[in-house]
């Protein structure tokens, strides 16, 4: 009954005389989807009247439209709609300038960092062109609300995984603070407390200091991932990447693999294979093979090549793929460094994404590839964009950033693996300057860029709904078991010398998600209490010296579920120039904190919340409840309010007979001639698509003889 329902909800329309801006907003594709769901369970009844229940065009509120409504119609809610343009390729002017990123590692090491404080020394986002609307949303929007922050440890560079089977299991990593401090952490009451754990650290000298975390969950309940890369502590340093599994939740961990390849790794991340029933493809080969994608560069930081290691359950290595090597002139075997991989929805296939720049660092390019068969079979290059760089040059080097610090590469890939009409779908997040010629401008937007053609081809959007004139940047992406986008992004508030747009004295973290694909979003929440604002100098200090690195490279949002109920926990960097530093427990300024967003629906849109709605999945503003037993009469009799005809044949069962009233009726509200009011099965008023899909819902099955 699920689909079907679905189906009801994707039909359903608005509140009669609901007009926005006088024109409807529908998806002939997703009509399509909709009839066929509804004609599977009609088994073959007429399908003009199946085209009927789609034929009611699907009307949203647009945020600044001015709707009509009749007086007695419940208002919709409102949501933030996205407009799709295409995104041109990336020209061959950009493809021959492109170079790898600089090492991420420089000024993140233990002997870099000082317990002290700091010393003082047409691109994406640039067609106008109008996109076609997008349609309507497919279901109410979630209530977001975000709960108390809560600081985990000293340091920065967040990292966080949230256990598949219960989201209240968490594994939070970072870059721990102080030599001293504790790196890894894990909560088993959803961010309610956080105790330190001990991560393995890698073999002989590599085991002085350890930063550049990535956590994701495995495929079992209770089954944590997390990697490091840890430092030798020499001069000039190295570092290898060390992958740790913890079976019970992330209380005690143990070291999975070690990356001993012969070259200073840098910007290290992972993903794991999964099974068809975490959404992975139908075989079974490579469950729980992970993915390691790391940089490689000499003694004297010069780019060697990136990597992909393909690692067993065990932590066997079983393949390892040179995905980069320097560029040369004429040539274009240079791939992109700083690669995300993200396994696809067939067993055994991986999509990355690499990052690559120009000699300046004002443009930053994407490119993206597929590897097959775990490693067999590696496409380079299957498309990639372009956009400039948020920020302003650090110094003299190719660091970008603001605030005085640089902002690492500021994008993350994700894919649906839920099984609805959107699986396979990918989707990127960045942030693109918007104002690259103009610096006294918003310097830092929040676009979505969507492929459905496994990286082929991509469409972008602005996220709707950010602040008007403000720079936001640091962008996180998960993409949940149900294929809603989760997005946080940093935004700078207040400055002294530019407004903000480029050095901010404060700055906080919004978050906002998307169920239906990024075509619409709800209301930006504001993640972050006001006594955890960020607090920057302002004018920022010069981090030369630590390579400008202040809160790090890598920051996660994670989705998942508590009790039914969807949650995604923010873990990030904060920041307090008002902190001591003085090398005590959470001194340091800058601080890995975690903040749980909670996310609540009212599917049926009568206006109650799922948790407080006595029949969650059908419109019955009433609540009402004859026997008092919790459960709402029209869910709990629906079968006999849908059995309308209960004559003849059709006698104790759902069938063509109780159809064809609905049909004469369909498009008829109250006051009508034609309007039926036993079979406006919603009940809201009118005889619509939402009230043929419940009745599809039910179709062929007998109707109990006693209702409860």
Same mark, same amino acid.
Request: hydrophobic residues 35%; proline residues 7%; contains cysteine.
């Given at each position: 009954?699920?689909?079907?329902?679905?189906?009801?909800?994707?039909?359903?329309?608005?509140?009669?005389?609901?007009?926005?801006?006088?024109?409807?907003?529908?998806?002939?594709?997703?009509?399509?989807?909709?009839?066929?769901?509804?004609?599977?369970?009609?088994?073959?009844?007429?399908?003009?009247?199946?085209?009927?229940?789609?034929?009611?065009?699907?009307?949203?509120?647009?945020?600044?439209?001015?709707?009509?409504?009749?007086?007695?119609?419940?208002?919709?809610?409102?949501?933030?709609?996205?407009?799709?343009?295409?995104?041109?390729?990336?020209?061959?002017?950009?493809?021959?300038?492109?170079?790898?990123?600089?090492?991420?590692?420089?000024?993140?090491?233990?002997?870099?960092?000082?317990?002290?404080?700091?010393?003082?020394?047409?691109?994406?986002?640039?067609?106008?062109?109008?996109?076609?609307?997008?349609?309507?949303?497919?279901?109410?929007?979630?209530?977001?609300?975000?709960?108390?922050?809560?600081?985990?440890?000293?340091?920065?560079?967040?990292?966080?995984?949230?256990?598949?089977?219960?989201?209240?299991?968490?594994?939070?990593?970072?870059?721990?603070?102080?030599?001293?401090?504790p790196s890894l952490f894990n909560s088993l009451n959803g961010n309610g407390s956080w105790t330190a754990r001990t991560f393995p650290a890698g073999s002989g000298t590599f085991s002085f200091y350890p930063?550049?975390?990535?956590?994701?969950?495995?495929?079992?309940?209770?089954?944590?991932?997390?990697?490091?890369?840890?430092?030798?502590?020499?001069?000039?340093?190295?570092?290898? @990447?060390? *992958? /740790?599994?913890?079976?019970? #939740?992330?209380?005690?961990?143990?070291?999975?693999? $070690? +990356? =001993?390849?012969?070259?200073?790794?840098?910007?290290?991340?992972?993903?794991?294979?999964?099974?068809?029933?975490?959404?992975?493809?139908?075989?079974?080969?490579?469950?729980?093979?992970?993915?390691?994608?790391?940089?490689?560069?000499?003694?004297?930081?010069?780019?060697?090549?990136?990597?992909?290691?393909?690692?067993?359950?065990?932590?066997?290595?079983?393949?390892?793929?040179?995905?980069?090597?320097?560029?040369?002139?004429?040539?274009?075997?240079?791939?992109?460094?700083?690669?995300?991989?993200?396994?696809?929805?067939?067993?055994?296939?991986?999509?990355? @994404?690499? *990052? /690559?720049?120009?000699?300046? #660092?004002?443009?930053?390019?994407?490119?993206?590839? $597929? +590897? =097959?068969?775990?490693?067999?079979?590696?496409?380079?290059?299957?498309?990639?964009?372009?956009?400039?760089?948020?920020?302003?040059?650090?110094?003299?080097?190719?660091?970008?950033?603001?605030?005085?610090?640089?902002?690492?590469?500021?994008?993350?890939?994700?894919?649906?693996?839920?099984?609805?009409?959107?699986?396979?779908?990918?989707?990127?997040?960045?942030?693109?300057?918007?104002?690259?010629?103009?610096?006294?401008?918003?310097?830092?937007?929040?676009?979505?860029?969507?492929?459905?053609?496994?990286?082929?081809?991509?469409?972008?959007?602005?996220?709707?709904?950010?602040? /008007?004139?403000?720079?936001?940047?640091?962008?996180?992406?998960?993409?949940?078991?149900?294929?809603?986008?989760?997005?946080?992004?940093?935004?700078?508030?207040?400055?002294?010398?530019?407004?903000?747009?480029?050095?901010?004295?404060?700055?906080?973290?919004?978050?906002?998600?998307?169920?239906?694909?990024?075509?619409?979003?709800?209301?930006?929440?504001?993640?972050?209490?006001?006594?955890?604002?960020?607090?920057?100098?302002?004018?920022?200090?010069?981090?030369?010296?630590?390579?400008?690195?202040?809160?790090?490279?890598?920051?996660?949002?994670?989705?998942?579920?508590?009790?039914?109920?969807?949650?995604?926990?923010?873990?990030?960097?904060?920041?307090?120039?008002?902190?001591?530093?003085?090398?005590?427990?959470?001194?340091?300024?800058?601080?890995?904190?975690?903040?749980?967003?909670?996310?609540?629906?009212?599917?049926?849109?009568?206006?109650?919340?799922?948790?407080?709605?006595?029949?969650?999945?059908i419109y019955n503003p009433g609540q009402e409840d004859l026997n008092t037993n919790g459960i709402g009469d029209i869910c709990e009799c629906f079968h006999n309010r849908a059995n309308v005809d209960d004559?003849?044949?059709s006698q104790g069962r759902i069938d063509g007979s109780d159809l064809f009233p609905l049909a004469r009726s369909f498009g008829s509200c109250q006051g009508d001639a034609a309007y039926n009011a036993n079979?406006?099965?919603?009940?809201?008023?009118?005889?619509?698509?939402?009230?043929?899909?419940?009745?599809?819902?039910?179709?062929?099955?007998?109707?109990?003889?006693?209702?409860?």
């Amino acid at each position: 009954m699920a689909a079907e329902f679905h189906a009801a909800m994707a039909c359903r329309r608005s509140p009669p005389s609901c007009i926005v801006t006088g024109e409807p907003i529908w998806d002939p594709v997703q009509a399509e989807d909709v009839a066929a769901l509804i004609m599977r369970r009609l088994q073959g009844v007429s399908a003009l009247v199946v085209a009927l229940a789609c034929s009611a065009p699907l009307l949203v509120t647009i945020p600044g439209a001015a709707p009509t409504q009749a007086a007695d119609a419940k208002p919709p809610r409102v949501l933030l709609r996205a407009r799709f343009l295409p995104v041109e390729p990336i020209p061959a002017s950009v493809l021959a300038g492109r170079v790898p990123v600089p090492p991420s590692y420089k000024g993140k090491s233990g002997r870099e960092r000082s317990s002290g404080p700091e010393t003082a020394v047409a691109p994406l986002g640039g067609p106008t062109a109008e996109a076609p609307k997008a349609p309507a949303p497919e279901s109410a929007p979630p209530v977001v609300v975000a709960g108390t922050d809560v600081p985990v440890g000293d340091g920065s560079e967040t990292a966080i995984a949230v256990d598949l089977g219960d989201g209240n299991t968490l594994a939070a990593a970072l870059n721990l603070g102080y030599i001293t401090s504790p790196s890894l952490f894990n909560s088993l009451n959803g961010n309610g407390s956080w105790t330190a754990r001990t991560f393995p650290a890698g073999s002989g000298t590599f085991s002085f200091y350890p930063f550049d975390p990535w956590a994701s969950p495995g495929n079992t309940t209770n089954e944590l991932f997390a990697s490091f890369l840890w430092s030798n502590g020499a001069n000039p340093p190295s570092a290898r @990447m060390v *992958v /740790a599994r913890s079976a019970g #939740g992330g209380v005690s961990w143990s070291r999975l693999y $070690e +990356v =001993t390849r012969n070259v200073h790794q840098d910007r290290d991340m992972f993903d794991i294979d999964r099974a068809f029933a975490q959404g992975g493809g139908s075989g079974t080969t490579y469950d729980v093979t992970l993915y390691l994608t790391f940089d490689g560069f000499d003694s004297q930081d010069n780019y060697v090549a990136s990597y992909l290691h393909v690692v067993s359950p065990s932590g066997t290595l079983l393949r390892e793929v040179t995905t980069s090597l320097p560029p040369l002139p004429n040539t274009n075997r240079f791939h992109g460094s700083q690669m995300q991989p993200v396994p696809g929805v067939n067993d055994g296939q991986v999509y990355l @994404m690499s *990052v /690559a720049s120009n000699l300046a #660092g004002d443009q930053t390019s994407l490119s993206f590839h $597929e +590897v =097959t068969g775990a490693g067999t079979t590696l496409v380079s290059d299957k498309s990639g964009f372009f956009f400039y760089t948020v920020g302003q040059q650090l110094g003299t080097g190719g660091r970008w950033g603001v605030n005085g610090h640089r902002i690492g590469a500021q994008m993350q890939m994700d894919i649906d693996r839920s099984n609805g009409p959107r699986r396979g779908t990918l989707y990127v997040l960045s942030t693109v300057n918007p104002n690259h010629a103009d610096p006294t401008q918003d310097q830092g937007d929040v676009f979505l860029s969507v492929s459905t053609d496994g990286a082929q081809t991509w469409t972008h959007s602005l996220l709707p709904g950010l602040a /008007a004139g403000k720079t936001q940047f640091f962008g996180m992406l998960d993409v949940d078991d149900d294929g809603w986008i989760h997005v946080a992004y940093y935004q700078n508030e207040t400055g002294s010398t530019d407004n903000g747009v480029l050095n901010a004295s404060t700055a906080n973290l919004y978050y906002t998600v998307s169920a239906d694909g990024g075509l619409t979003w709800t209301t930006h929440i504001l993640v972050n209490g006001p006594g955890d604002t960020l607090q920057y100098f302002d004018p920022p200090p010069n981090l030369l010296a630590q390579d400008y690195y202040l809160i790090g490279d890598y920051a996660q949002v994670r989705a998942g579920r508590t009790s039914g109920t969807k949650v995604a926990y923010v873990f990030w960097s904060g920041y307090d120039k008002n902190r001591p530093q003085d090398g005590t427990l959470l001194s340091r300024r800058d601080r890995g904190i975690c903040t749980k967003m909670t996310l609540t629906v009212d599917t049926d849109g009568d206006g109650l919340l799922d948790p407080q709605d006595n029949c969650p999945t059908i419109y019955n503003p009433g609540q009402e409840d004859l026997n008092t037993n919790g459960i709402g009469d029209i869910c709990e009799c629906f079968h006999n309010r849908a059995n309308v005809d209960d004559t003849g044949s059709s006698q104790g069962r759902i069938d063509g007979s109780d159809l064809f009233p609905l049909a004469r009726s369909f498009g008829s509200c109250q006051g009508d001639a034609a309007y039926n009011a036993n079979v406006d099965l919603s009940p809201e008023g009118c005889v619509d698509g939402y009230d043929l899909a419940l009745l599809a819902s039910v179709f062929a099955d007998s109707v109990p003889a006693v209702c409860p």
